[in-house]
Each structure stands twice: as structure tokens, then as C-alpha cells.
Nanobody, 122 residues
């Protein structure tokens, strides 16, 4: 199992920055892929940023050049640095993990954090 705890959300003015953190209950080296999704006014969650164990990263077109995903292996934490925030970035941001290795086995299971609210005022 993997528990994910997000932090760092809040209220910021347009053009400002926020840094979201997601701390996992196990080494993130053992996790196949991690990333951030968000749910704003739309009903479905959308991918914001994502990386795989191989090091590949991907971003939603709407955040490219403004957001950056990184990892701190020592703290088992994945970070989403959000700059030049816009009101349309307002959403609940969820940390996501997909698949993990344990005891020589791979478990193809996905996990979600509870989410953290980001509100960008105009």
C-alpha cells in the first residue's frame, strides 16, 4: 500500500506562486509513476504533471512553462512548483501514484491523496 499526503495549497493572487508537496509512505524509488491531477469546475480530474520511474515527465498544455514537477528521494516527496498562477488554475490538486515494487513483486495499483485546495484570485 501507498499513502499519499499533500500539503502546500492555499489562496494566492494571479501571477503568484505556490509549492505543493506530496509525501509518500514508502520510498518513491519503489513507485512506478507519480504525479499531480486537479479537479476544477469540470467534473473529471485532469492530469497536471507526471513522471515515470524512467525519468520521463509530462505536463498538461495549460501549465507547460509555468509548473514544474520534481522529487526529493530523501524525503519521499514529490513537489509541484506552480508559478505565474492564473484564476483558471483554481482546483483541488490530488497527488497520484501508480504501481509499486515490493518484495520482488510489482503491484499495478493506483493510489490517491485526499487533495489540497488551490485558489487563485484575479
Amino acid at each position: 500500500q501507498v499513502q499519499l499526503v499533500e500539503s502546500g495549497g492555499g489562496l494566492v493572487q494571479a501571477g503568484g506562486s505556490l509549492r505543493l508537496s506530496c509525501t509518500a509512505s514508502r520510498s518513491i524509488d519503489s513507485i512506478n509513476a507519480m504525479g499531480w491531477y486537479r479537479r476544477g469546475t469540470a467534473k473529471q480530474r485532469e492530469l497536471v504533471a507526471h513522471y515515470t520511474a524512467g525519468g520521463a515527465t509530462s505536463y498538461a498544455d495549460s501549465v507547460k512553462g509555468r509548473f514544474a514537477i520534481s522529487r526529493d528521494n530523501a524525503k519521499n516527496t514529490v513537489i509541484l512548483q506552480m508559478n505565474s498562477l492564473k484564476p483558471e488554475d483554481t482546483a483541488i490538486y490530488y497527488c497520484h501514484a501508480m504501481g509499486f515494487y515490493s518484495g520482488g513483486y510489482f503491484f499495478n495499483t493506483e493510489f490517491w491523496g485526499h487533495g489540497t485546495q488551490v485558489t487563485v484570485s484575479s
